[in-house]
Nanobody, 122 residues
């Protein structure tokens, strides 16, 4: 069993940056595929990016080139660095894990964190 806790969200101005964290306990993130998702009010949960257990990452087109997923194995924590933030990035951001490989589909993940709010002002 793995537990996930997101943090690092907050209010930033458009064009700013934010570094989200996903702290895991119970199991090592090295054994999982991890995905970051966002969900705005009234909208479906959307894939932001993911990283396999091996470190291979993939990003949605909306964040490609301005976001980076990383993993700190010593701290068992994953990060989502978001730069050049836009008002449309405003959402609750979640991390989730599944076996070995990331997926773009929320339904394929077994464990989720509680989410952290990201708000980008104009």
């Amino acid at each position: 069993q793995v537990q996930l806790v997101e943090s690092g969200g907050g209010l930033v101005q458009a064009g700013g940056s934010l570094r989200l964290s996903c702290a895991a306990s119970g199991r090592s993130l090295r054994t999982y595929g991890l995905g970051w998702f966002c969900q705005a009010p009234g909208k479906e949960r959307e894939f932001v990016g993911g990283i396999n257990w091996s470190g291979v990452s993939y990003y949605a087109n909306s964040v490609k080139g301005r976001s980076t997923i990383s993993r700190d194995d010593d701290k068992n924590t994953a990060h989502l660095q978001m730069n050049s933030l836009k008002p449309e990035d405003t959402a609750v951001y979640y991390c989730a894990v599944r076996s070995l490989y990331y997926s773009t589909l929320p339904k394929e993940y077994n464990y989720w964190g509680q989410g952290t709010q990201v708000t980008v002002s104009s």
